[in-house]
């Protein structure tokens, strides 16, 4: 048997427990967000990293057999320290630069992400070592985390928020469009209505599924557990998440 820990700053991560869902239908899952400290895109590697420690413990305790970190920011502030400090397996995101930047017919590549996440050494490397290939422009999502935690996922008002981030990316000539933060897959349908045909966003929750199945293979960590399912927490209120987890 098997529990898997899955996290965010919030409900956010559940754009990636859907697609594990999909390819590990059987297992058991807890789904915390930590929304009681959302965002955490302009919180410090220390004070994420802390909250890292703090729900990876509540997981171990769980009997957690592996932990999903689904948050771009905390993987890039924390889970080096994490793999470090705890002996089982974790899997974290990053920004999808590389088929971006294979898959781009404009030699544009456009980034969302929060502050936190481009301004990480770990994306920093990975934007390095493709900014010779293809022109990187990078945009933080600025007031996605919260729309998509207030579950305004559409709107007039949610349209300008996200027009505001988008746009700059579409005006440079960017035909494929990184989600770089779990959050962003929620908001795709409003991104695709303001962005012209021909544009593709890449949402790196398929790949991070299929890490994931590799990880507890490799692990010898079974992949069906015989109370399957999903085990959602949360260190605020529940109802984005209760919300959220009905549309994955
Ligand atoms: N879902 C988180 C990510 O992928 C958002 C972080 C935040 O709370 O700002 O980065």
Partial sequence: MATIGIFDSGSGG????????????????????????CPYGEKSAQYITDRCR????????????????????ATAAAIATLRSEYALPFVGMEPA???????????VV???????????????????QYADAVRIAERVGKGFVELVEAME????????VVRASLQPLLDEGADTIVLGCTHYPFLL??????????????NPAPAVARRLKDVLQGSGIPLT???????????????TLKKLFTLI
């Fill in 110 to 128: 456009g980034v969302l992400a929060t502050a936190g996440t481009l301004k990480a050494p770990k994306y920093l490397n990975i934007k390095g």
């Fill in 189 to 202: 349908p409003l991104m695709q209505r303001i962005a012209p045909e021909g544009v593709t966003f890449i």
């Fill in 153 to 160: 996922l559409d709107g007039p008002h949610a349209e300008a």
């Fill in 14 to 37: 559940l754009s990636v427990l859907r697609e594990i869902r999909k390819i590990l239908p059987e297992q058991r899952y807890i789904y915390f967000s930590d929304n009681a400290h």
């Fill in 97 to 107: 630069v590389k088929p971006a930047a294979t898959g781009t017919r404009s030699g």
């Fill in 225 to 239: 557990d015989p109370h399957p399912g999903v085990e959602l927490r949360s260190s605020g209120s529940d109802t």
């Fill in 54 to 73: 703090a729900i990876t413990d509540m997981m171990l305790s769980e009997g957690a057999s592996a932990v999903v970190v689904a948050c771009n920011t």
